[in-house]
């Protein structure tokens, strides 16, 4: 089954610009950061007072899971729950008016993508849970 780009809302679309880059913020959410744990995945974030459209996120997988082709697919798969369910956590950032910075990171590899998705579900509505609470330290 083929899908029109009309088919898709702007929301469940992942630009460049919503990708957290930089070796100076992963170290400051290294730092800083509260983290989330699930069996295959980890999470680590950052909520601040944001400005527009300041929820980001990073996807990392480590040399220790494999190749470079089993390292990019794990990411693939992150980015693209990410991509399905990240409602979950920018409808509240907006709403705030607060910022978001994670990273998810995966742990094993061969990770079906369906598993992925259920963590990056459980992880992103932990996340979401703390913004409402008014998360910045």
Do not use: W
């Not at 990392?60 to 089993?70: E, S, V």
């Not at 990411?75 to 990273?103: D, S, T």
């Amino acid at each position: 089954m083929k899908y029109s780009v009309s088919s898709l809302s702007k929301d469940c679309k992942l630009p460049r610009s919503r990708i957290l880059r930089g070796r100076e913020s992963i170290q400051r959410l290294f730092r800083t950061g509260k983290a989330l744990k699930e069996q295959h995945l980890d999470m680590r974030y950052l909520i601040f007072p944001g400005s527009e459209d300041a929820c980001q996120m990073a996807f990392i997988t480590g040399k220790k899971l494999g190749k470079a082709h089993r390292r990019n697919l794990l990411r693939r798969r992150m980015k693209e729950a990410y991509r399905k369910h990240q409602h979950l956590i920018r409808n509240i950032a907006l709403a705030e008016q607060l910022g978001f910075h994670g990273i998810l990171i995966a742990k094993k590899a061969d990770i079906p993508y369906r598993i992925i998705e259920k963590e990056c579900i459980n992880l992103l509505t932990l996340a979401a849970k703390a913004m409402k609470k008014g998360g910045t330290d």
